[in-house]
């Protein structure tokens, strides 16, 4: 295949400046870990040959620049710190050394804690750290305190950012709130999506329960960090009454409030026999499954009719709350969108990362310690969060919530 090549514009240089160069392969050296260490020794090779020419050679415009031999020296790659021999260069008509601007920049520990981070949130002890340190010939390794201080400062950072970022960077459409256990505590946390499709973790709270009181101070701290809904909001809830009261009170009344199916399904079944669930699961399944508001009704009214003859507890249970389960029926979206608000499953699914992320702790010291595991393990998440299913119908909920909802309030 032809090379093509591109004429430089006449005030651009033809090739990159020589720091700019050495900065690039610095970030693709420390990316290339264990095959970093005989790519940092030709980096450095080829810096000292820009500064003083090739070897054994004179009268190359270059003269007061020399080659002075070579030192015992470090450079980091990710966490390992590893020992080479570094070239030295001298300025012979003043008398001083040139430094090495590769050697410079792999002597700052570049990301180190946050490399480590991710380390020792995929699962590493820190005891054991030191015996899996990076696979590079004779690395230093690192101490436990060393880890341990270094995990200290990166999850404080994580936790700092989660409490302080501002979110009037998007217009937001969605939001999902729910309490779960942490480390025999409880926290709920606040999941938001944009107008366009992206899910960021807005927030967390450590309370005893979802009480009305923490969590209307929690909302009312994201609306000052910036949370803005001039599109309207749909909040997805687990049923929680605290966490309810306070999204009115905090929101408006008229708010609409998505209650999840998910939740209210087994609070039912909670209440009949072993044997009966999974029949009454497929039941209830069935009939949120209906496309339409009426459709859905019709068949929960139903059901209710059935389970009056057998669970009178059940009944009360089904009809409590039975609106706010239809909400995406009555905003007529719930075909395109319930498939991802219908329930809290977005939230579910990163505590379950976290949890996973967190189960070997068997000691919690301090709520401090379990504020910024949270908070770190749940940055970390959200990394690969992706855009929401349906997200390219999010317009019709903005339309409908614009109009607010599209039958009435019916009675439960």
């Known amino acids: 295949m032809p090379r ?11 090739t990159p400046a020589p720091v700019e160069a050495h900065r690039l392969a610095v970030a693709m050296i420390q990316a290339l870990i264990p095959l970093g260490l005989p790519s940092v020794e030709d980096a450095l090779r080829q810096e000292v040959l820009a500064l003083a020419g090739p070897r054994y050679t004179h009268g190359d415009g270059r003269p007061a620049i020399a080659r002075w031999g070579s030192q015992a020296g470090s450079v980091f790659l990710a966490d390992p710190q590893v020992p080479i021999q570094v ?19 792999l002597q700052t520990p570049r990301a180190q804690d946050i490399g480590l981070f991710r380390r020792v949130l995929g699962g590493l002890s820190c005891r054991d750290y030191e015996g899996a340190a990076e696979a590079v010939p004779e690395a230093f390794g690192l101490t436990t305190s060393s880890v341990s201080r270094r995990f200290v400062r990166a999850s404080a950072k994580a936790l700092q950012t989660l409490h302080e970022r501002r979110h009037d960077d998007a217009e937001w459409l969605v939001l999902l709130l729910d309490g779960k256990s942490f480390a025999d505590d409880h926290v709920v946390i606040a999941l938001g999506v944009t107008t366009t499709g992206e899910t960021r973790i807005l927030g967390l709270v450590q309370t ?5 009181r923490a969590c209307n101070a929690f909302l009312r701290e994201l609306l000052e960090r910036g949370f ?10 687990d049923g929680t009454k605290g966490l309810s009261a306070a999204v009115r009170e905090v929101f408006g009344e008229r708010v609409p409030i998505q209650r999840c199916q998910w939740h209210k399904r087994e609070n039912v079944l909670s209440y009949l026999p072993k044997t009966h669930h999974a029949r009454w699961r497929r039941k209830l399944q069935a009939a949120y499954a209906k496309a339409t508001y009426s459709e859905a009704q019709r068949a929960l009214r139903q059901l209710v009719k059935e389970l009056e003859q057998n669970n009178a507890s059940a009944v009360r249970s089904l009809v409590e709350g039975r609106e706010e389960t239809l909400t995406l029926h009555r905003l007529d979206v719930f075909t395109k969108l319930g498939i991802s608000f219908k329930t809290t499953n977005l939230i579910e699914r990163v505590m379950a990362r976290v949890e996973a992320k967190t189960y070997r702790i068997t000691r919690w010291r301090t709520s401090d310690q379990k504020q910024r595991w949270c908070a770190a393990t749940l940055l970390e998440t959200e990394q690969q969060f992706r855009k929401v299913k349906g997200h390219q119908h999010l317009g019709l909920l903005q339309a409908a919530l614009r109009g607010k909802l599209s039958s009435p309030l019916a009675a439960a």
């Open 228 to 237: 803005q809904t001039p599109a309207g909001l749909l909040v997805v809830l």
């Open 4 to 14: 093509v090549r591109t004429k430089s514009p006449a005030h651009q240089s033809p």
């Open 208 to 212: 005893a329960t979802e009480k009305k």
């Open 87 to 105: 070239p030295r260069v001298r300025n012979r008509a003043t008398n001083t050394e040139v430094p090495l601007a590769t050697y410079a920049h």
